[in-house]
């Protein structure tokens, strides 16, 4: 009796002992396949995730955890490259925008050098001063991009009404308007429109919103403040297009159509919004553009 009990004992330990090579072996097995599918990841740079054979719950957990680690490494890595790209194109931007002015002026002045004619004296003055004046803008809106890049700190936060503050920036734009002989239609509610942001930032946004209205408006513009807080700016604007305002909120794009354009006006909007958690967007049909606002509520900011 002895000796069978002992047989059966030898056999469930040779049992467990073959048991536990092949889970050794396929675990072995799946750390080979995550080790390979990580060097294929690097070396190659492809899309694909890690991938094993193994029904074991860890080393699954284990290659979902990976496969968690590459995607975010995929985002961060296309969020790197877009930079890059970002960074190019604004270089080449900021340069040709410096350097058209430049350019104006250099060949100017080299004409008002050899001139002798009084009135073509004062007409290259007056062109090298309008080049001057696009310089100093320039250089102006890159200094002030710079400023509001940075972020916005909630400490300076406080109740706004969105009211009183569009009925700030129509006066303070109420000479620019009546030049481009533009008479706003406003319609606000009766009640009080609160929302917690930074006064000085919203200024911003509305100014930089009213001075692309006055940039490409056919002379219209009806600014809309609706109960829910959302707002919107709308105008006819023949002589854009849909793809042209698709790019409206691209850092140094500028319409070919607008005079003394940096093209950093909406895209300080749109950063400023976005730092104090609102929403921007631009939209096209019938030849009207409109762009739209919205800010969180009094409740959401607290919670």
Known sequence: MMEIWLWILVVILICVVLLSGIKIFLLKKAADEIREGLAHKF???TNT???ISSRDRHMR???ADLNDQLRHLRSERLRYQQGNLEIGETITNISHDLR???TAIYGYLDLLKK???PEDTARYLHIIENRMDALKMLTEELFRYSAVSSSISESSYERVVLNGALEEILSAYYAALKKRRIEPKVALPESKITRLLNKSALSRIFANIISNAIKYSDGDLTITLSENGSLTFSNHAS????LQVMRLFD???TVETASNSTGLGLS???DLTEQMGGTIRADYKNQVLCISLQFPRQDQEMQ
């Open 61 to 63: 957990r284990l290659a």
């Open 115 to 117: 001139s002798k004619s």
């Open 251 to 253: 850092r140094f794009y």
């Open 49 to 51: 995730l890690i991938d």
């Open 43 to 45: 070396i190659t740079q």
């Open 100 to 102: 058209t002015p430049l």
């Open 239 to 242: 002589k854009l297009n849909e």
């Open 268 to 270: 300080i909007a749109k």
